[in-house]
């Protein structure tokens, strides 16, 4: 399987993820950009997958599915109006014609119903883990953002992570805040800001490059503590107290 970014809006990406002519699409929340690759490609399209029920991730998906009527499958708790295929925490999804499967994970916090989709090594998260930022938690609690961004800190560390956006530069300012002696963000952000320069993607990352320079998956790091701490006004009593103090400060 080959994945490649297709940009949408200001700065979407929705992953196509191309096998033997086929390809499958995460989150197309705008159909002009997929029909343009399709034509150029000459892929059929064989999926579409979401991850939650946002404009951006799923508006093209009814123009698409008026051309190519193939399975959408997504979230058990919401995006109905599109979902053919419900999905839920744990249950497995194949694509024959990818030749691949899929791992549902519930992630809830930006959305209730938000899932994402875990195959062999690689990460589709939506707008859950950003490069080295999380989603901004609109309908879940933060100790819920809390749990499933540690469920993704479980997967294995050379996990590739494909996020829905291109946040990537200003999410390491706001990192290189919480932690500003941390020279695995220093250097992210050296090579970042050359990708950018050259409009090129800073995603996927690795995993393991998320949990040295993330500052939402580090509520561990001593220096994360002691800024929470700051932000409290006394020490966080707990992991998830750590991690809502850094989001806290981040919204404000
Ligand atoms: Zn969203
Ligand atoms: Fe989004």
């Known amino acids: 399987m080959k ?13 196509a993820l191309r096998h033997d002519g086929h390809v499958a699409v995460v989150d197309p929340g705008d159909a002009a950009p997929v029909l343009r ?46 979902v053919t295929h419900p999905l839920k925490d744990g249950e497995i999804l194949r694509i024959p014609a990818l030749g691949a499967e899929f791992t549902v994970i519930e992630v809830p916090g930006h959305t209730l119903g938000h899932v994402a989709f875990y195959s062999a090594g690689l990460l589709f998260c939506g707008d859950t883990l950003f490069g080295a930022g999380c989603g901004r938690v609109f309908e879940g609690t933060l100790d819920q953002m809390h749990a499933s961004l540690g469920k993704i800190a479980a ?44 409009d090129e993607a800073s995603v996927p990352s690795t995993l393991a490059e998320e949990l040295a320079t993330n500052p939402f998956l580090r509520w561990q790091s001593p220096a994360v ?28």
């Open 155 to 198: 997967l294995p560390a050379a996990t590739l992570v494909y996020c829905a956006h291109e946040y990537t530069q200003s999410c390491l300012r706001f990192a290189q805040r919480v932690e500003p002696e941390n020279h695995h963000i220093a250097a992210r952000i050296r090579r970042v800001d050359q990708l950018c320069a050259s």
């Open 225 to 252: 503590i002691a800024a929470a701490t700051l932000r409290l006004g006394h020490p966080p009593g707990s992991d998830a107290e750590t991690f809502a103090a850094i989001r806290r400060w981040r919204d404000g």
């Open 37 to 82: 690759f399709l034509e150029a490609s000459g892929d059929r399209l064989c999926a579409i997958l979401v991850t939650h029920r946002h404009n951006d991730h799923i508006g093209g998906i009814n123009e698409l599915v008026a051309r190519y009527p193939v399975p959408v499958f997504g979230p058990a708790k919401e995006a109905a109006e599109v």
């Open 3 to 15: 994945i490649e970014p297709i940009k949408a809006f200001e700065d979407n990406y929705i992953w």
